[in-house]
């Protein structure tokens, strides 16, 4: 077969690839998206290593895949979006995920999270700082992940760097809800300052977070809802594991 032969058959598989559609809880809408293929799929397992950074790992090439596949405008997609494409994307896959020797109809689940979710930006005042918050976009979420891993590519994980590693991820995750920082006549734009935040933030008292970190747990609690098995308190685990297919 000639290489011309050869990418004209190329060419006529990618065009039988049909949209699949995924329900956004927090924007009320249905979007089309292409469905994972198998090269997509071998990247996700690729990513199946036991580490602290391994969920920025999996995060960032499910960003990666939605890119490739979204035909939308990509920071119209939130965190909680994340999951409810990741579950229709393994969904198409096969419908039934086995856990142990429970089998779980994924369909199910998603027809439960068919439902609008209200989560709106806050300002939260708290002694001389001002923290106006809203839920990150996918690429906000990705560029700060790429942030950390960036610092810690070239280090092996150890008992020296481990508690530096934790710590970052801690403060990273708060600056992914903060849009603006206010203190004095100060406005601080936290996207076009990401790492001089962090230096900030790492200087004021602790206390002063307590309802931004409630904040970010509100919406954490919607994405492990939306993960939620019904009939049940248990939940599907989100890894590369999820879509491997028995």
């Not at 290593?49 to 997609?77: A, H, Q, V």
């Not at 979006?81 to 429970?102: A, H, P, Q, W």
């Not at 930006?121 to 891993?149: A, G, Q, R, W, Y």
């Not at 609690?221 to 599907?236: G, M, V």
């Amino acid at each position: 077969m000639s290489d011309s032969n050869f990418n004209d058959i190329l060419q006529q598989v990618k065009n039988l690839k049909k949209e699949i559609t995924f329900y956004s809880p927090t924007s009320d809408k249905e979007y089309k998206i292409y469905p994972l293929s198998l090269k997509q799929q071998k990247e996700i397992l690729e990513n199946s290593f036991s580490s602290t950074l391994s969920l920025l790992f999996f995060n960032n090439c499910i960003f990666k895949i939605i890119k490739e596949n979204f035909n939308g405008n990509i920071e119209d997609l939130d965190t909680v979006d994340r999951v409810s494409i990741s579950l229709s994307f393994r969904n198409k896959i096969d419908n039934i995920y086995k856990e142990g020797d429970t089998e779980i109809n994924l369909s199910e689940i998603i027809e439960k999270n068919k439902l609008p979710v209200t989560f709106n930006s806050k300002e939260v005042v708290c002694n001389e700082f001002t923290f106006k918050l809203k839920k990150p976009n996918l690429v906000l979420d990705n560029k700060i992940n790429n942030i950390i891993l960036r610092k810690y590519k070239s280090d092996k994980i150890t008992e020296d760097n481990i508690n530096n590693i934790v710590s970052d991820l801690y403060i990273y995750e708060l600056v992914k809800f903060i849009d603006e920082l206010h203190f004095g006549e100060n406005i601080i734009k936290v996207e076009e300052n990401i790492n001089n935040t962090v230096k900030i933030l790492n200087e004021i008292d602790s206390d002063n977070f307590k309802e931004v970190f409630s904040y970010i747990n509100a919406l954490r609690d919607i994405e492990n809802n939306l993960t939620k098995i019904p009939n049940s308190n248990d939940s599907i685990s989100l890894t590369p594991d999820f879509f491997i297919v028995q």
